[in-house]
T-cell receptor, first 115, second 109 residues
Framework: EADIYQTPRYLVIGTGKKITLECSQT?????MYWYQQDPGMELHLIHY???????EKGDLSSESTVSRIRTEHFPLTLESARPSHTSQYLC??????????????FGPGTRLTVT | RKEVEQDPGPFNVPEGATVAFNCTYS??????FFWYRQDCRKEPKLLMS???SGNEDGRFTAQLNRASQYISLLIRDSKLSDSATYLC??????????FGSGTRLQVQP
């Protein structure tokens, strides 16, 4: 089992609130990722990081921001939540160094509902 | 055209059946390939990596055809617990993984 954690697991919040979704991994992986997935739909990459102080935007445009100050921690922040942000957010990590190192391991996800 | 294309299914099969899923990818520079399994409302879990020579893990066999840009997953002797969505996943360059939309499998008693 991969050691990657996300909190909270479920969040219901009102429009306009600032929220931070937490993601931590204890595997020492350099690469971390955030995906967004709506029910029954495919995963879309919204942010990724190849190491401390490195962050990039993914394929899907997102109003969220991320930071990577520590290897094990990759939080995602929404400054002002809107109903369109309602979705499941999945964090993943990988060692990222060839072959099996590209395999990504996922956290349990945060299911966000903005009312 | 999507980077990774899968038949969405659902595939409804009886227990004990053999079922095969196919996947095509559009970028010939893709380097690494995987099958993930995702249960309803859960996170994806790595099922197996796919190697050029093909590989097997118990009842599961994965094949890669680089010339045709095609990946397959074969499940033998299906179990009820195999019911899930199977995601074909491709990595190109240094980018993160690109996920197909998944093929849903329902194994029936």
């Amino acid at each position: 089992e991969a050691d990657i954690y996300q909190t909270p697991r479920y969040l219901v919040i009102g429009t306009g609130k600032k929220i931070t979704l937490e993601c931590s991994q204890t595997m020492g992986h350099d690469k971390m990722y955030w995906y967004q997935q709506d029910p029954g739909m495919e995963l879309h990459l919204i942010h990724y990081s190849y190491g401390v102080n490195s962050t990039e935007k993914g394929d899907l445009s997102s109003e969220s921001t991320v930071s990577r100050i520590r290897t094990e921690h990759f939080p995602l922040t929404l400054e002002s939540a809107r109903p369109s942000h309602t979705s499941q957010y999945l964090c993943a990590s990988s060692a990222g160094t060839g072959g099996a190192g590209y395999e990504q391991y996922f956290g349990p996800g945060t299911r966000l509902t903005v009312t | 055209r999507k980077e990774v294309e899968q038949d969405p299914g659902p595939f409804n099969v009886p227990e004990g059946a053999t079922v095969a899923f196919n996947c095509t990818y559009s970028n010939s520079a893709s380097q690494s390939f995987f099958w993930y399994r995702q249960d309803c409302r859960k996170e994806p879990k790595l099922l197996m990596s796919v190697y050029s020579s093909g590989n097997e893990d118990g009842r599961f066999t994965a094949q890669l055809n680089r010339a045709s840009q095609y990946i397959s997953l074969l499940i033998r002797d299906s179990k009820l617990s195999d019911s899930a969505t199977y995601l074909c996943v491709v990595m190109t360059g240094r980018r993160a993984l690109t996920f197909g939309s998944g093929t849903r499998l329902q194994v029936q008693p």
